[in-house]
């Protein structure tokens, strides 16, 4: 045989050719020949903790039966709104009052001004919104800005543990209001944006410029995750994301060993920590009795019905079964493959509905 017959050859301009793309554009499909598990439905009944107002042309009665296909007994729409939105969410999803519970937002209107007028206002109106039906409130965010996710009006340079805001996060314990926050994004939006960053590819155009004069870092937005939750034991909190501490799950388990007025949700982090899958399963197992399930579904406005079958679907798959080496680009965004976690029933259970249920309670 001569070697130059089978020796590389350049490529040129064929199409699909590695100097042809970019690496953005990097979808890879397995090669192994493993379990592929089909999970049509949640192994048990499921309350989603963490979605969101659906756009106004998504049919609530089309959700309801994707819902109940799927086995979601209950979805909690984090709605970010006061006033006459969250009147506006009422109104669309009140024909189903047992599917969903809707979450306001607060209402910061006047917060930079001098004196209090602003504090006593937004207390009243998240006492409209608790007669008005809501349940919770949330999803408060803040990726170093301040919390901005509120609408209408959102409180640029106020962080979670400003004085400020405590009036209002002691009047959700009052009322019995759980609080979901969203604290800091992955830390791979933190990373410089080099050849060393295995994020890279979501990071670049997801990332936060700490070199900013004010905006915190990823350690120092953990610490004010928890000031927020010690100056405030009678408020129930749930970090949204797993406290954006997918790359060490231990800054989070300890805040869960130090406070039992803080949770954390699962939403949209499964891409991330599906990739280290022991080192999940044993979080997961330690603190199955503080962590909830979330799809993050109807955030993104483009979201379908489609997606949203198939989103849960793939979410139980890694939840559940003990597949590898899974691709979900149209999903996820990763460029790595997933693992399935295949969790015991006794941490399903919890995560998917009995937690949800004794926080409720709370």
């Known amino acids: 045989m001569n070697l130059d017959e089978v020796k590389p050859k350049p490529m040129g301009d064929a199409p699909g050719s590695p100097e042809n793309f ?15 598990t089909e999970v049509s439905k949640a192994k048990c009944p499921v309350i989603d903790m963490h979605a969101h107002a659906w756009q106004k042309d998504i049919n609530v009665d089309e959700l309801v039966k994707i819902m109940e296909a799927s086995n979601i007994e209950k979805t909690i729409v984090l709605s970010f709104e006061t006033g006459s939105g969250f009147d506006g969410i009422v109104a669309r999803f009140a024909g189903y009052p047992d599917k969903f519970d809707l979450w306001c937002g607060f209402d910061y ?7 209090s007028q ?8 998240l006492e409209r919104c608790y007669q008005k039906g809501a349940k919770g409130v949330g999803e408060l965010g803040d990726k170093g800005l301040g919390e901005y996710y509120s609408r209408p009006v959102p409180g640029y340079g106020m962080h979670l543990n400003d004085n400020r805001m405590r009036p209002l996060l002691k009047k959700c314990g009052d009322l019995r209001l759980p609080v979901s926050v969203h604290i800091a994004d992955p830390i791979w939006m933190y990373l410089p944006m080099d050849l060393h960053n295995d994020g890279l590819m979501n990071a670049y155009n997801w990332r936060i410029d700490t070199d900013v004069a004010g905006i915190p870092n990823h350690e120092q937005m953990m610490d ?10 009678t408020t ?20 869960l060993d130090s406070y039992e ?3 954390a949700d699962i939403t949209s982090r499964l891409k991330e920590i ?20 979330g799809s993050d579904l109807g955030y993104d406005p483009g979201t379908t019905m489609d997606f949203a079958t198939k989103l849960y679907r793939a979410t139980f798959r890694i939840l559940e079964s003990a597949d590898e080496h899974i691709y979900e680009h149209d999903l996820f965004k990763y460029h790595w493959p997933l693992y399935g ?3 015991s029933d006794a941490a399903l259970n919890k995560l998917y509905r009995e937690n949800a249920i004794k926080l409720m309670r709370l």
């Open 224 to 233: 004010i995750l928890e000031d927020t939750v010690r100056q405030n034991p």
């Open 22 to 36: 970019k690496l953005k554009d990097y979808r890879p499909k397995s090669v192994f020949k493993t379990t592929t």
């Open 109 to 115: 209107t006047g917060y930079n001004q001098p004196g």
């Open 261 to 263: 007025n803080l949770y």
């Open 274 to 293: 599906a990739t280290v899958p022991r080192y999940a399963v044993a979080f997961f197992e330690k603190y199955q009795d503080r962590l909830l399930f």
């Open 118 to 125: 602003w504090i006593d206002a937004a207390i009243a109106e």
């Open 236 to 255: 129930i909190f749930i970090a949204c994301h797993l406290a954006n501490c997918t790359h060490d799950l231990e800054i989070l388990g300890r805040m």
């Open 341 to 343: 976690l295949h969790l």
